[in-house]
């Protein structure tokens, strides 16, 4: 069983940067493809980014690549998401999940996560 905390959401301007981390309590954190996926009002919710095991693959979804930058501390159970130039229409509230997996592949789908934590909101101003 896992339980994780997303924390480092708020308001930011249009252009500006936000920092969410997420942080997993337990052992075999590294045990764990780490994903983040964002939920904005009236849409399904979509897949943002993931992180193999040991950091050594990342995926990102279209819209941000070359924005948002995934990456993850195994020794204090967290995973980040620094996003850059954020714009209105990333606002959403924004979920950490963990997919326990033996190998390096990356999950994206997000019926294939086990353990999801209670959301983060980040709202972006124009």
């Known amino acids: 069983q896992v339980q994780l905390v997303e924390s480092g959401g708020g308001l930011v301007q249009a252009g500006g940067s936000l920092r969410l981390s997420c942080t997993a309590s337990g052992s075999g954190f590294s045990m764990y493809c780490m994903g983040w996926f964002r939920q904005a009002p009236g849409k399904e919710r979509e897949f943002v980014a993931a992180?193999?095991?040991?950091?050594?693959?990342?995926d990102y979804a279209s819209s941000m690549k070359g924005r948002f930058t995934i990456s993850r501390d195994n020794t204090r159970n967290t995973v980040y998401l620094q996003m850059n130039s954020l714009r209105p229409d990333d606002t959403a509230v924004y979920y950490c999940a963990a997919s326990y997996i033996t190998n390096n592949y990356l999950i994206i789908r997000d019926s294939s996560y086990d353990y999801w934590g209670q959301g983060t909101q980040v709202t972006v101003s124009s």
């Open positions: 992180i193999s095991r040991f950091g050594e693959n990342t």
